[in-house]
């Protein structure tokens, strides 16, 4: 009886050392996990070190930052932003939101593009900051969480640095061979050479022809339609007939400066109310349930 007694006592303690040993490994590993995320969502401001700057245009240059551990993530899903601040002289704090282009998974570093504006106090003082310097960051702040295959088609309309979180959606989608959602970029530059991550989006629509068509449209140029490039402005005409139609299985991404906002989709009134839907998109049917401001 005593034997018996004994060797439950034994049995039960090491096969809950065994199970207790089992969740810690795991929860000791999700939090190795969470520690490794760089933008916890914790209202907390984060110093990153810029470690290389490369100019793309005469107004807009490439940023990386470094994490600080090679193995460590942004913490960034698609599509999100950051926000970044710095203190002025007379301790005013300037606080701008900015759209990363680097892959969520990329490990090690963080990388924007970003154009400077001439009134622009966040936008002038990164173009200013050198190699070496430090800019405060935190986030991640959630803009549209995307699932593979939410829809059949997805229409990203951008101008000038709206690109990024357009670029997010792009080169998530294309990345995924799993998913199958149709994209077409229609995407407003002062010039071609204006045109941000142009060679990045055209391998990409290279490598996807069935899947990416890209829609170019410049203020200073030629027609190029071989390059599918077209002179004016983001029209009707093109998106009545290239776009499916307002539908349950098609959505429409908008980002950009305020004046291509009125002209297709209207303004968002808030950063938590999109607003109705006016402009281009709102003549052709289209409503709130089918357009996303970013």
Known sequence: MFARITQSKLTIPLAVTAAGLGFYVMSARQLSNEAQKVFKGDDQWVDLKLTKKTKLTHDTSHYTFDFGNKDAESGLITASCVLTKYVTAKGNNVIRPYTPVSDPSQKGTVDFIIKTYEQGKMSKHI??????????????????????????????????????????????????????????????????????????????????????????????????????????????????????????KSKVFVCGPPGLY????????????????????????????NVFKL
């Open 127 to 248: 173009d200013e900051l050198k190699e070496g310097d430090t800019l405060s960051f935190k986030g991640p702040i959630v803009k549209w969480k995307w699932e593979p295959n939410q829809f059949d088609s997805v229409a990203l309309i951008g101008g000038g640095t709206g690109i990024t979180p357009l670029w997010q959606l792009l080169h998530t989608i294309a990345s995924n061979p799993a998913d199958k959602t149709k994209v077409q970029l229609f995407y407003g530059s002062q010039s071609v050479d204006d045109i941000i991550a142009r060679k990045e989006i055209d391998e990409i629509a290279a490598a996807h022809p069935d899947q990416v068509q890209v829609f170019y449209y410049i203020d200073n140029g030629k027609d190029d339609a071989s390059k599918h490039i077209f002179k004016g402005y983001i029209n009707k005409e093109a998106l009545q007939k290239n776009l499916p139609g307002p539908s349950p």
């Open 262 to 289: 009125k002209a297709i989709s209207g303004a968002k009134v808030s950063p938590t109310d999109q607003g109705e839907v006016s402009g281009i998109l709102g003549e052709l049917g289209y409503t709130k349930d």
